[in-house]
């Protein structure tokens, strides 16, 4: 009950006590109008005072009830500030969390090229070493024909003044003679050297085996394009790595290349180029290590590329294929961010 419909009640009260007090007087005897008058004004006294009374109930209780309601509002405002202090120290410790996830990711992708470039250096090592010892293998067979005694029905080889001699025609050589070693030129390993002098100038060559494909060309290619790409000479390493993919298509470190080409482009904006230089690496290159990355790299680009969908389709590729790797904790990240759960709906 309010202030002003008590007010209200207790001025009907008053007005309806004046009313029969003025019945009173007008019905009542003469004798009895003094003591029905004193009757009258008491009672109307007690009303006043019961008024009052109430009055001041209903004021306490306002009073009351008013300390109650700014109590409680100054609770939610309390609140309020409370939750809102907590989400942002969840944000920022979401952000504390993204950015160290990155920071880890930056250093694993660092890590992975220092060790892409030993591995190319050790490779190229091993295809030196193996050269050497072939040559070597080769040299030793050839000194050991040399080494070898000639028997004693054997036919001399040279004439007496230090000529060699010319068999008839239609006559082999003895097939124990050893051949003299060329002057210039590699031994093979089995197959003793053609000479240009001597009775067997004409000898057949040894076959040539053809290099492997990429061998130390492409380790020492790749190595040079990596080291510019680290130093951030990105016109040089663009070109060098395109050079490695020309000359060496079929080798795993095309998709090496193909994969920084991608990180060149999306650092310089070319979003659309990225891509597609990021989809070489993951239809051409299945066995790459760079496969998670690139998947990573590609979601990020078509997000820049405002193709929202496709982007969030393919960090849940990732996280299908690689589900233990950092790049799919990554993504797991991205997507918790876009509000967007890691798995697609099933159509029910």
């Known amino acids: 009950m309010t202030e002003n419909q008590t007010e209200r009640r207790a001025l009907r009260s008053t007005r309806f006590a004046g009313i029969v007090l003025a019945f009173a007087l007008a019905t009542t005897p003469a004798f009895a109008v003094n003591k029905d008058m004193v009757q009258l004004q008491t009672q109307v006294q007690d009303l006043q005072a019961?008024?009052?009374r109430l009055q001041q109930t209903n004021d306490e209780r306002m009073g009351v009830l008013k300390d109650l309601v700014q109590q409680t509002a100054d609770s939610v405002n309390k609140m309020s500030v409370t939750v809102e202090n907590l989400q942002q120290q969840m944000r920022v410790q979401q952000e504390s969390a993204t950015g160290k996830l990155d920071q880890v990711s930056g250093q694993v992708q660092s890590l992975n090229d220092s060790l892409d470039e030993v591995k190319a250096r050790m490779n190229s090592l091993d295809k030196a070493l193996q050269a050497v010892q072939g040559q070597q293998q080769s040299i030793n067979?050839?000194?050991q024909n040399l080494a070898q005694p000639q028997p004693a029905n054997a036919t001399p080889t040279?004439?007496?003044d230090g000529s060699p001699?010319?068999?008839p025609a239609g006559v082999a050589p003895p097939a124990?003679?050893?051949?003299?070693?060329a002057d210039t030129g590699k031994p093979s390993a089995d197959v003793p050297f053609p000479t240009t002098q001597g009775p067997?100038?004409?000898?057949?060559a040894a076959p040539v085996n053809p290099p492997p494909a990429g061998?130390?060309?492409a380790a020492l290619s790749y190595s040079a394009a990596l080291k510019d790409y680290m130093a951030a000479k990105y016109t040089l390493a663009t070109s060098e790595f395109s050079d490695v993919i020309h000359s060496y298509p079929g080798d795993a470190l095309a998709g090496n290349a193909y994969y920084y080409l991608g990180e060149i482009d999306y650092?310089?904006?070319k979003f659309a180029a990225s891509v597609k230089d990021y989809n070489h690496v993951l239809d051409e290159y299945p066995g790459n290590p760079k496969l998670p990355v690139a998947h990573l790299h590609k979601g990020m680009a078509l997000i820049a590329l405002k193709q929202r969908e496709a982007g969030i389709d393919e960090f849940r590729a990732l996280i299908q294929r690689f589900p233990n790797s950092p790049e799919a904790a990554q993504a797991r990240t991205k997507l918790n961010g876009m509000g967007v759960p890691f798995a697609a709906k099933r159509p029910s």
């Open 141 to 143: 067979a050839a000194l």
């Open 200 to 204: 067997y100038a004409n000898a057949p």
């Open 165 to 167: 001699v010319t068999p």
């Open 267 to 269: 650092r310089e904006g």
């Open 158 to 160: 040279t004439n007496p």
């Open 176 to 181: 124990s003679q050893p051949v003299p070693m």
């Open 215 to 217: 061998g130390p060309g």
């Open 50 to 52: 019961a008024v009052a």
